[in-house]
């Protein structure tokens, strides 16, 4: 059995001098790999913070792991920072076409700390990674031996090393000794089929705004200027400060605009509150739901989508079906 392994830095590879630690070094210090029979097949993409990361990067690591799993790989691995963890793995998880599972996982604790968590991590991500009942849910992210479905999943805390959570789904399984118990199926949208290329990607700019108590909102025109596309982080279920949605809806009628609720957890409603602001008034604006993506998660894919070419229409079906 083989896994293939993507290195892409992080504090996974931080030892406090330079160079970092290698893919080969990483799986080197992970007691018990070598007991599993799986091959481990690494390739340094990357060494860097996961701030340093782009789509483009993420989308070549989802490449070359196909081409990994088209050869006979039982599934990938790929290790990171966990800073932007969440993004890349849920942009991957839009385009992941196979049933070999493309596992995400890293460190909060560097290697060179007392509780060092990257060698329970990569050894909890093999397991999974070559794990039968894993197949067909797609791109995980495997931390703290929980298994997350990477559209649910979020960073939730800045050092601990239980960080990952998803808050409105649960784990999907754990990993317990040398299983993995997957305890929930979720149901798995079809991976798009946009590829943008480098070129679309740097010219389509999506940015976000978030909501916050007494803005004028000036901000919503700056930064809707020279974007294809905005995310707003509404409050709650969505709202936003009355005299900003008629700004919001300007914006709405010359770009997507995609209402995402910077809660950390539950959807944007519909058709709840009705007050200027509230989320009827903005969607009856022209605001499309995130559902439940969070705003980096929708930034995520809007940008994905309108870099791939997509209309208003599509962007508002398939918010509907990954929200
Ligand atoms: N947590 C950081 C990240 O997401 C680590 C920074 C580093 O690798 O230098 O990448």
Redesign the pocket.
């Given at each position: 059995m083989r896994v293939a392994l993507f290195a892409l830095?992080?504090?996974i590879?931080?030892t406090g001098g330079t160079p970092r630690l290698t893919g080969e070094q990483i799986a080197a210090g992970v007691p018990g790999l070598d007991g599993l029979g799986v091959r481990i097949d690494v390739r340094d993409v990357a060494a860097l913070?996961?701030?340093g990361l782009t789509f483009t990067r993420v989308l070549e690591v989802v490449d070359a792991a196909s081409r990994a799993v088209a050869d006979g790989a039982a599934g990938a691995v790929v290790t990171q920072?966990?800073?932007?963890l969440e993004e890349t793995a849920f942009l991957a998880g839009l385009v992941w076409p196979h049933d070999e599972p493309l596992v995400f996982t890293g460190a909060m604790r560097n290697p060179t700390l007392a509780g060092a968590d990257g060698p329970a991590n990569v050894l909890a991500a093999v397991r999974v990674a070559v794990a039968t009942p894993a197949r067909g849910l797609g791109v995980l992210v495997v931390f703290n031996d929980q298994v997350h479905a990477a559209r649910r999943v979020r960073k939730t805390h800045s050092t601990s090393t239980a960080a990952f959570v998803s808050p409105d789904s649960g784990p999907l399984g754990h990993v317990v000794e040398d299983r993995v118990r997957i305890l929930a199926v979720p149901p798995r949208p079809g991976p798009l089929p946009h590829r943008p290329s480098p070129e679309r990607l740097a010219a389509t700019r999506v940015a976000v705004y978030t909501a916050v108590l007494d803005d004028d909102g000036t901000l919503v025109d700056d930064l809707a200027r020279d974007r294809q596309g905005l995310v707003v982080a509404g409050f709650g279920v969505g709202h936003v400060a009355g005299a900003l949605a008629p700004r919001l809806g300007a914006v709405a009628g010359r770009m997507p605009v995609v209402l995402a609720s910077r809660t950390g957890a539950g959807p944007v409603l519909r058709a709840t509150y009705r007050s200027p602001g509230s989320e009827t008034d903005l969607l009856g604006r022209g605001l499309l739901d995130a559902g439940m993506l969070d705003p980096w998660k929708a930034r995520v894919l809007l940008r994905l989508l309108l870099a791939g070419g997509a209309g208003r229409d599509e962007i508002a079906s398939v918010f509907a079906e990954w929200g």
């Open positions: 830095g992080g504090t590879s931080v913070p996961s701030s920072g966990t800073d932007t």
